[in-house]
C-alpha cells in the first residue's frame, strides 16, 4: 500500500511538473514576439528532437528586430555578437510559404552586433518588391555564406537600406528548374562596404547581381553569374565607387556587366562569354576603369558588343582588354566623349567590324601606344612594336583613327614570353614595359 501511494503521489507531481513546463514555453515564446524576436516551426516536438542533430527542419521564419539576445536562446543561434564569437544561425531549412514577414530570414536593426547566417536552405518567400529568402535591412557587420536561396518568388538575398560592412560569400542563388523569381543578390538604398564573393547567382528571372540606388564602395568578387533572364551584374542609379573584378558572366540574356548611371567603377579582370547583347555596357556611367577584362563570343551568334558605351558615358578608360568575335569589338555611341582606349586586343571575324565611334574626342592611343588590330600588324621597320601607318578602321561619324597601332598583342594569350635585355633578338625590358599591358 505504501509503495502504491507513492507511485500516485510521483504520478501527479509529473502531471504538474509537465503543466507547467508547457506554460512557461509558451509564455516564452510570447515574450520572444513581444522583444522583437520570433520564430515559428511547425512541430515543437519535431524541433526538439532535431536540437540533438544540430539541424532543424519545419521553419516557415525568423526575424530579428535588433534584439540577438532572446535569438541566443534558442539551440539553432550560438554566439554572444561580439567580433570573436559572433550570434551564429546554421543548419536551418526554411520554407517561407507561410513567413508573416514575408521573406524567410528577416534580420533588421542590427548595426552593432556581429553575426553570421551559414548552411541554410530557405525558399518560396514572398512576391513583393522587398521580399526575399535572406532579407537585411539597416544591418551591419553580418556574413551571410554557403546558404542556398533558390526558388524564392521575389529576391533570393536581399541587404535593404543601410546595410553596411557585410560580406555575403559562396551562396548559391541558382535553380535551373525553380529559379528566384527576381534577383539573386540585391543590394539597394544606400549599402556601403559590402563584398559579394564567391557566389553562384544564375538562371535568376532578373538580374544575376544588382546594386542600385546609391550603393558605393562595395567589392563584386569572383561570383558566377550565367543563365540570367536579363544582366549577369549590374549597377545602377548612383552606385560609385565599386570594384567589379574575376567574376565569370556567360551566356545572360542582357549584358554581362552592366553599368548605369553611376561613375567611378572598376571593372577589371573578368571573363565575359556569348551574353545576348554586350560583354561590358556603359550606359551613362563615367569616370570608370575597364581594364584586364576578356569579352568573347564563341558561337558568333549572341555577344553583340564586346563594349558599348551608349547615353554620354564619358571620361572612361578602357585598357587591357581582350576582344574577340563579338559583333563589333568595342562601340562608342553619340554624345559619349573623352573616353581613352589604349593596350587592347581587338580580334574580329573576317569582314565584321573591329570598332566604331560616333562620339566625340575620344582617344584610340595615349601618347605611347595604342591597341592591337588583328587585321593591321606590319609592316613595323624599326621593330619598336608600333605599326608604321595609323590604323584607318574605326567605323563612325567621329572619324578617328589610332596613330600607334601594335605590332603584337598587349594582351597575354598563352603565348611564350621572351626578353632580351639586349633588345637584339626580342625586345628589352623598357619596350616590353611601354608594349605589354601585363608587364608592371
Not at 47 to 76: C, E, M, P, R, V
Not at 198 to 218: M, R
Not at 264 to 275: C, D, F, L, M, T
Not at 406 to 421: F, R
Request: charged residues 15%; hydrophobic residues 35%; aromatic residues 10%.
Amino acid at each position: 500500500m505504501k509503495s502504491n501511494s507513492k507511485i500516485i503521489i510521483l504520478l501527479i507531481f509529473g502531471f504538474f511538473l509537465a503543466v507547467s513546463s508547457i506554460t512557461s514555453i509558451n509564455n516564452f515564446r510570447a515574450d520572444n514576439v513581444n522583444n522583437g524576436m520570433s520564430v515559428e516551426d511547425n512541430d515543437n516536438t519535431t524541433l526538439k528532437s532535431l536540437k540533438q542533430a544540430g539541424y532543424w527542419n519545419n521553419f516557415s521564419f525568423i526575424h530579428i528586430d535588433g534584439n540577438w539576445s532572446t535569438a541566443a536562446g534558442y539551440a539553432w543561434c550560438s554566439g554572444d555578437g561580439s567580433w570573436g564569437n559572433p550570434y551564429t544561425i546554421e543548419n536551418i531549412t526554411i520554407d517561407a510559404t507561410s513567413s508573416v514577414t514575408r521573406s524567410g530570414i528577416y534580420i533588421i536593426n542590427s548595426k552593432n552586433d556581429y553575426f553570421i547566417i551559414r548552411n541554410c536552405t530557405v525558399y518560396n518567400s514572398g512576391s513583393v518588391g522587398i521580399d526575399a529568402g535572406i532579407k537585411l535591412e539597416n544591418t551591419n557587420n553580418g556574413m551571410l555564406t554557403n546558404n542556398n536561396c533558390s526558388n524564392n518568388r521575389n529576391d533570393g538575398i536581399l541587404l535593404l537600406s543601410d546595410c553596411d560592412n557585410n560580406t555575403i560569400s559562396g551562396n548559391i542563388v541558382s535553380d535551373v528548374v525553380a529559379p528566384n523569381q527576381e534577383v539573386g543578390i540585391e543590394l539597394n538604398q544606400g549599402c556601403d562596404g559590402n563584398t559579394i564573393s564567391g557566389n553562384t547567382a544564375s538562371y535568376n528571372t532578373w538580374f544575376g547581381i544588382i546594386l542600385d540606388d546609391s550603393c558605393i564602395n562595395n567589392t563584386i568578387l569572383e561570383n558566377t553569374v550565367t543563365y540570367n533572364d536579363d544582366s549577369g551584374i549590374r549597377l545602377s542609379t548612383d552606385c560609385d565607387n565599386n570594384t567589379i573584378s574575376g567574376n565569370i558572366a556567360n551566356e545572360n540574356w542582357g549584358h554581362g556587366i552592366e553599368l548605369d548611371d553611376c561613375g567611378n567603377n572598376i571593372v577589371s579582370g573578368n571573363n565575359i562569354y556569348e551574353n545576348h547583347f554586350s560583354g561590358i555596357y556603359l550606359d551613362n556611367c563615367n569616370d570608370s576603369i575597364i581594364s584586364r577584362n576578356t569579352a568573347r563570343n564563341f558561337a558568333g551568334l549572341n555577344q553583340d558588343y564586346g563594349i558599348r558605351l551608349v547615353n554620354g558615358a564619358s571620361n572612361n578608360t578602357i585598357s587591357g582588354n581582350l576582344m574577340k568575335d563579338n559583333g563589333v569589338e568595342i562601340l562608342i555611341s553619340a554624345a559619349c566623349q573623352n573616353n581613352l582606349i589604349y593596350l587592347n586586343t581587338l580580334r574580329a571575324p573576317a569582314g565584321w567590324q573591329h570598332a566604331s565611334d560616333f562620339g566625340t574626342n575620344n582617344y584610340w592611343n595615349n601618347s605611347m601606344v595604342g591597341n592591337y588590330w588583328d587585321n593591321h600588324t606590319s609592316p613595323d621597320s624599326d621593330n619598336d612594336g608600333i605599326v608604321d601607318t595609323p590604323f584607318i578602321g574605326i567605323a563612325g561619324t567621329a572619324l578617328i583613327n589610332d596613330s600607334l597601332p601594335l605590332a603584337e598583342s598587349p594582351v597575354h594569350e598563352g603565348e611564350k614570353i621572351h626578353i632580351d635585355d639586349t633588345g637584339v633578338s626580342a625586345w628589352n625590358w623598357d619596350e616590353t614595359a611601354k608594349l605589354k599591358f601585363w608587364k608592371f
